[in-house]
C-alpha cells in the first residue's frame, strides 16, 4: 500500500530552527510536495522536490532523497505566524497526490 | 492572482437532504479535484476530473457524485446527506504539466445533522 509518515505534532520556540520529516512508500514517484494549512484554512503550496538535494526558498528550504525516501521541511527563524498544519504530499507514479496526514507545528514565544 | 472558489464556506443540512457544492478555477487548469479532511486523516480524495465531462473515483467516492460540464466548473453532489459525511470539503485545480501543483479553493465545513 500506499504510506506518508509525518509526525502528528511539534514545538518549537520563536526565532529557533524547526525540522519536519516525511517519510514515504508509494508506487512510483513524480515530485514531493510541502504545503502549508493555517487553521480553518486551505492548504497553501510551499515547495516541490524532484531531485535529491536542497531547494531553499526564503526562511524556509526543503531536502528530498529518493533513494531513503525521505524529506524534510526546515523552517528558520520561527515566526508566530509559521503556527500551522504543515502536509506532506507525493505525486504517485499515475500522477494522484498521496497525502500525509500533517505535522501540526506549535510555535511557543 | 490564481483563484479558486466554493460556493459555501459553511453549510449546514439534514440527514437525506441532497447536498451540491460548486467550485469554480479561473485558472484554465485541466485537472480539478474534491478532498474532503477530517482531524488526524489526511487529506482525502473523493473523485477528480481531468478534462470537462470526464470524472475518476478517488479514494472514498462511496455517497458522492460529481458534474464536470464546463472545464472551470466541477460540482460535488452528496445524493442523500448523512452524518458521516460531517466533513471539510476542499476543491483544488491543477495544471496537466510540472510541477502539478495543486491549488485549494478555501473549503466548505458542511455539517450533516
Known amino acids: 500500500g500506499q504510506n506518508i509518515d509525518q509526525p502528528t505534532e511539534m514545538t518549537a520556540t520563536e526565532g529557533a530552527i524547526v525540522q519536519i520529516n516525511c517519510t514515504y512508500q508509494t508506487s512510483g514517484f513524480n515530485g514531493l510536495f510541502w504545503y502549508q494549512q493555517h487553521a480553518g484554512e486551505a492548504p497553501t503550496f510551499l515547495s516541490y522536490?524532484?531531485l535529491d538535494g536542497l531547494e531553499e526558498k526564503g526562511r524556509f528550504s526543503s531536502f528530498l532523497s529518493r533513494s531513503k525516501g525521505y524529506s524534510y521541511l526546515l523552517l528558520k527563524e520561527l515566526q508566530m505566524k509559521d503556527s500551522a498544519s504543515y502536509l506532506c504530499?507525493?505525486?504517485?507514479?499515475?500522477?494522484?497526490?498521496?497525502w500525509g496526514a500533517g505535522t501540526k507545528l506549535i510555535i511557543k514565544p | 492572482d490564481v483563484k479558486v472558489t466554493q460556493s459555501s464556506r459553511y453549510l449546514v443540512k439534514r440527514t437525506g437532504e441532497k447536498v451540491f457544492l460548486e467550485c469554480v478555477q479561473d485558472?484554465?487548469?485541466?485537472?480539478m479535484f474534491w478532498y474532503r479532511q477530517d482531524p488526524g486523516l489526511g487529506l482525502r480524495l473523493i473523485y477528480f476530473s481531468y478534462d470537462v465531462k470526464m470524472k475518476e473515483k478517488g479514494d472514498i467516492p462511496e455517497g458522492y457524485s460529481v458534474s464536470r460540464e464546463k472545464k472551470e466548473r466541477f460540482s460535488l453532489i452528496l445524493e442523500s446527506a448523512s452524518t458521516n459525511q460531517t466533513s471539510m470539503y476542499l476543491c483544488?485545480?491543477?495544471?496537466?504539466?510540472?510541477?502539478?501543483?495543486?491549488?485549494f479553493g478555501p473549503g466548505t465545513r458542511l455539517t450533516v445533522t
Open positions: 483544488a485545480s491543477a495544471r496537466d504539466r510540472e510541477p502539478y501543483e495543486q491549488y
Open positions: 522536490n524532484v
Open positions: 504530499a507525493v505525486l504517485d507514479s499515475n500522477y494522484q497526490l498521496i
Open positions: 485558472m484554465d487548469h485541466e485537472n
